[in-house]
């Protein structure tokens, strides 16, 4: 089952997240409108559009992939756990948004080895000359290793469902889309602003409380999960002993 309020936290971690996409995305978004007229808008946005569908399928597909794994792993340890490392990573989200530590540099490393296949296939789309090669370009491109969106994954994972993990990550997707997308557009007013120290700072307290909020419920979950089957023991052997008299002979 989809929860709107899970939908609504990953759309918000993804607005949030906006000031790294444009650092991240911004050169590319570049690229795909350098060599068009400025001119010719409605072939630029048709250009940005795709590229960012691209890079959002991306997303959902690593969403509900993962999702299906969290899927089997919670039926013998529930998600508790998964909702304490997914606070975890978003509290480093956090730090690393206002540059306070970048601790998820080293997660980043990990994603490189998969991204050092990848990124040669991602030459062969440029120059980005159709709405074909930038969707597939986004495709590519929505595999570079970054630590804002493995911590987006973990906070889907928690959802332990493919689809809604899916649905999640396609919320932080859509999340990131305007910033990047207006900075495709060349709104450099934007990009300016979301680039300054004490916006970052702001977005990266909303992440890190984000992030607390989560822990928060996976220990409540985690309580709950130790402590449920015992209650629901007593009760069984309650109704059994009520539907079941023992008589004595």
């Known amino acids: 089952m989809i929860e709107w309020m899970s939908l609504a936290t990953a759309f918000l971690l993804g607005l949030l997240s906006s000031a790294h996409c444009v650092g991240m995305c911004g050169g590319i978004m570049g690229a795909l409108t350098m060599a068009i007229p400025a001119e010719a808008r409605q072939r630029r946005l048709q250009l940005l559009l795709s590229y960012n569908l691209g890079r959002i399928a991306s997303y959902v597909l690593m969403g509900v992939l993962l999702g299906f794994f969290a899927s089997v792993f919670t039926q013998w340890s529930g998600n508790g756990w998964l909702?304490?490392?997914?606070?975890?990573?978003?509290?480093?989200m956090g730090l690393y948004l206002a540059d306070w530590?970048?601790?998820?540099?080293?997660?980043?490393?990990?994603?490189?080895?998969?991204?050092?296949?990848?990124?040669?296939?991602?030459?062969?789309?440029l120059p980005v000359t159709s709405a074909r090669k930038a969707l597939f370009?986004?495709?590519?491109?929505?595999w570079l290793p970054c630590g804002l969106v493995y911590s987006a994954l973990a906070y889907a994972m928690t959802q332990a469902q493919p689809l809604a993990a899916g649905s999640a990550m396609l919320a932080f997707g859509l999340?990131?889309?305007?910033?990047?997308?207006?900075?495709?557009?060349?709104?450099?007013?934007?990009?300016?602003?979301?680039?300054?120290?004490?916006?970052?700072?702001?977005?990266?307290?909303?992440v890190i409380l984000f992030g607390l909020w989560t822990i928060r419920g996976g220990l409540g979950h985690e309580h709950h999960h130790e402590h449920s089957p015992a209650g629901i023991e007593t009760s069984h052997e309650a109704s059994s002993s009520m539907g079941h008299p023992h008589h004595s002979h």
């Open 175 to 206: 999340g990131t889309l305007p910033a990047v997308l207006l900075t495709g557009l060349a709104a450099q007013q934007l990009t300016g602003l979301l680039q300054r120290r004490y916006v970052r700072a702001g977005f990266a307290v909303l």
């Open 83 to 92: 909702r304490i490392v997914a606070g975890v990573l978003m509290i480093l």
């Open 137 to 142: 370009l986004g495709a590519i491109w929505g």
């Open 101 to 125: 530590w970048r601790g998820l540099v080293y997660l980043e490393r990990v994603g490189r080895h998969l991204w050092a296949y990848l990124q040669p296939l991602g030459k062969s789309f």
